[in-house]
Nanobody, 115 residues
């Protein structure tokens, strides 16, 4: 069984930065692309960034240029560096595969952008 544990969220002012981590354990395969998702209150979960096993990345338009996804295969960890945070980035952030089915979802890490 795979377990995903997200961490690094918190309260930050607009313009601030956070670095999220997603540690995976269990029967993980490094052959799958991974992504960071977020779910804001009252909204559907959305994919905001993804990374392929080869290191290619894609971003949702609203975070392009502000967020950077990266991975460490040796540590089975995926990161999301978030800079210049905005009010609308407030959400619970999750990591998971992006195609071929999902691992069990972790508890997520809450990011609150507030002045």
């Amino acid at each position: 069984q795979v377990q995903l544990v997200e961490s690094g969220g918190g309260l930050v002012q607009p313009g601030g930065s956070l670095r999220l981590s997603c540690a995976a354990s269990g029967r993980i395969s490094n052959s799958y692309s991974m992504g960071w998702y977020r779910q804001a209150p009252g909204k559907r979960r959305e994919l905001v960034a993804s990374i392929t096993p080869g290191g290619n990345t894609l971003y949702e338009d609203s975070v392009e240029g502000r967020f950077t996804i990266s991975g460490d295969n040796a540590r089975n960890t995926v990161y999301l560096q978030m800079n210049n945070l905005k009010f609308e980035d407030t959400a619970v952030y999750y990591c998971n595969r992006i195609i071929g089915g999902y691992y069990p979802w972790g508890q997520g890490t809450r990011v609150t952008v507030s002045s």
